[in-house]
């Protein structure tokens, strides 16, 4: 595995709070212009908001990505995985709330509400699954058990072999971030291949460290493809420092679905955590910020960041 360990850089507590706080974060920066893709509704939308700011979610409620991403880390927290649990977190939420469900998410949901098992075919392929995921990054004392979950929990919302592949590389890119390592690439790489990725997929992977001027393709839309998104949150880890100006760089771009934006923001919050990102980020994304936070120093005791992780089938 890669050893090339950050000489300086935020806490292992600091990261990890920027790890769970940063996909609410991403997600509320994301809304904020997400469906627009002409430059004058995009400027008229950060005008009105004063700038570069979240679309704080309604009170109470929350969105696809954090839902998702919140059932397994209540699972976490509890001390051990139920799937069958962590199914009903999820359909509970659809059921009660619901907020930025996509048509993928909502026909995988829908299939463990009425048949109580995963879907075995889905229409449609989004990133929600990348998302629901995240915090199997936290496990990386125990890689096996990390991938080998991340895959079966992406499973349950989605059987798609390349939506699991793509949750999978996320997973690995967070768990080395959040152990202070930057370049991970050569591990996602290595957990991709041994999981028999296809060719033309494994490339994309290898081809983030090839070019930084070659930016791959923005996932914009409603439904981006897994695999695109976890390319272009890869690509912005690794590539660009300053994780701040790229989330704003998102938000001016438009276009940018919440859960895309969830994903970026917790790899980029594991990788600097949240010291140089604006304060009215944190107290402008929903309450799930502020409760992630003062989860961050619990888990950091909790969940010991080994220096290694291994591949797995």
């Known amino acids: 595995m890669n050893d090339h360990l950050a000489t300086t850089g935020p806490s292992p507590q600091a990261r990890i709070a920027g790890f769970l706080a940063g996909a609410p974060i991403g997600a509320a920066l994301a809304a904020r212009t997400y469906g627009l893709t002409d430059p004058e509704s995009i400027l008229a939308a950060l005008a009105g908001a004063a700038g570069v700011t979240p679309l704080t979610p309604p009170v109470g409620r929350r969105p696809a990505a954090i839902a998702l991403s919140d ?21 509970t939420w659809y059921a009660e709330d619901g907020l930025g469900a996509d048509p993928a998410l909502i026909e995988g949901l829908s299939h463990l509400r009425d048949f109580e098992a995963p879907p075995v075919a889905l229409t449609a392929h989004g990133p ?13 004392g125990a890689p096996r058990t990390m991938l080998a ?4 929990t992406a499973r349950m919302l989605d059987p798609d072999e390349a939506t699991g592949l793509a949750a999978v590389a996320v997973v690995v890119a967070a768990s080395r971030l959040l152990q202070g ?8 790489v290595s957990v991709l291949r041994v999981n028999e990725a296809p060719p033309a997929m494994l490339d994309r992977f290898l081809a983030i460290t090839r070019d930084p001027r070659s930016v791959p393709p923005v996932p914009r839309g409603v439904l981006p493809q897994p695999v695109d998104v976890a390319v272009w949150a890869l690509w912005l880890a690794h590539h660009r420092p300053r994780s701040a100006e790229v989330l704003e760089a998102m938000v001016r771009g438009g276009g940018i679905a919440p859960v895309a934006g969830a994903v970026a923001g917790a790899l980029l919050g594991a990788r600097d955590g949240l010291d140089g990102w604006p304060a009215e980020w944190s107290s402008g994304a929903g309450e799930a910020v502020p409760l992630r936070s003062a989860l961050a120093a619990r888990l950091a005791a909790q969940l010991p960041l080994a220096p290694r992780a291994s591949p797995t089938n």
Not at 181 to 188: G, L, N
């Open 149 to 152: 979950g991340a895959l079966h």
């Open 71 to 91: 059932g397994l880390l209540e699972e976490l927290v509890s001390g051990g995985v139920d799937l069958r649990r962590l199914a009903k977190r999820w359909v």
């Open 181 to 188: 390592y930057r370049d991970f690439i050569p591990d996602v």
């Open 128 to 140: 929600a699954p990348l998302a629901a995921v995240l915090p199997a990054a936290l496990t990386a």
